[in-house]
């Protein structure tokens, strides 16, 4: 959400050759009446970033107080697969871009808002097949990346968060610790099911995982999250809390095909953690 209550949705379009771009939509109340850039907000640069040859991709935005600016983190389609990219602005206008900072195969990243220990806190979700967790990564500096450790592990056998999970949107900040919705990859003999759970991580310590919830709490039921270009997604990359501090509208992908809406808050959200965590 912007300083003067408007939502911004950085949403990924895909053109007619099937490689994407980051497109900006603007709503009063986060709802209804969006205006939409008349143009590519975010354009694949591949001359300056070769890394972005195939496209730009799924954008988590953070607001860096410290900074005075919006990071951008998204996933730059390469040669090699999808790598972990940033880019700093202040108005969705002009992007101050850093190329790759996770090479391939590496995604599903989000930088935290504050320094951790003097550092920049980044995680993302690298691949090492046939699994692949979830990760964090510190940085003085936002170029030079060091310290990766794993928050959080897939689980093995049925479960529906098994071999492979991934970060949603962006850690919200609550007195409990970091609060994160978080993907889990279901494989079935029918495809992929892409659900949502909760995890809590400790303020201080972003790896050290607090709680974690057992069951989904979101998942493809309506018919455009079920068919579409990628049938049975629901996807978030962003939210924007309201003014009380609690209320949450989550947007995701539906399919990739549509964007959905979803309400919430992070008052409901810790109380289900704790219900369904062990």
């Known amino acids: 959400m912007l300083p003067d209550g408007t939502t911004l949705l950085l949403c990924r379009v895909e053109d007619r050759r099937g490689l994407s771009h980051l497109c900006a939509a603007r709503s009063a109340n986060g709802i209804d009446g969006w205006k939409i850039d008349q143009e590519p907000t975010l354009l694949p ?5 070769p890394e972005e040859l195939w496209g730009i991709e799924d954008p988590r935005i953070t607001f860096v107080p410290e900074l005075k600016k919006y990071a951008v983190v998204y996933t730059a389609y390469t040669r090699d697969g999808p790598g972990v990219a940033l880019a700093l602005t202040e108005d969705f206008h002009t992007f101050e871009r850093f190329g790759v900072i996770m090479s391939p195969e590496d995604k599903d990243a989000a930088l ?9 806190a980044l995680i993302h979700r690298p691949v090492s097949a046939p699994r692949a967790h979830m990760w964090v990564s510190y940085s003085p500096d936002l170029k030079n990346w060091g ?3 794993i928050m959080m592990q897939a689980r093995k056998g049925a479960w529906w968060d098994a071999n492979k999970i991934g970060l949603s949107p962006p850690p919200i900040e609550t007195p409990q610790g970091w609060l994160v919705i978080y993907h889990g990859v ?3 003999c029918a495809g992929c099911i892409y659900r949502l759970g909760l995890a809590l991580f400790d303020l201080n310590k972003p ?3 607090l709680k974690r919830s057992n069951e989904w709490v979101f998942a493809p039921e309506e018919l455009y999250e079920q068919h ?5 997604v629901v996807f978030p990359c962003g939210y924007a809390i309201g003014p ?4 949450v509208n989550l947007y995701y992908g539906a399919a990739d095909t549509s964007i959905g809406l979803a309400t919430s808050s992070v008052r409901q959200m810790l109380h289900w953690l704790d219900e369904h965590s062990k």
């Open 186 to 188: 279901k494989q079935s």
């Open 244 to 247: 009380d501090g609690d209320s």
């Open 228 to 232: 579409g270009d990628v049938g049975n």
């Open 207 to 209: 790896e050290l995982l």
């Open 147 to 149: 310290g990766h450790t």
């Open 112 to 120: 935290l808002p504050r320094r951790i220990d003097g550092n920049w």
């Open 45 to 49: 640069d591949p001359k300056k970033f």
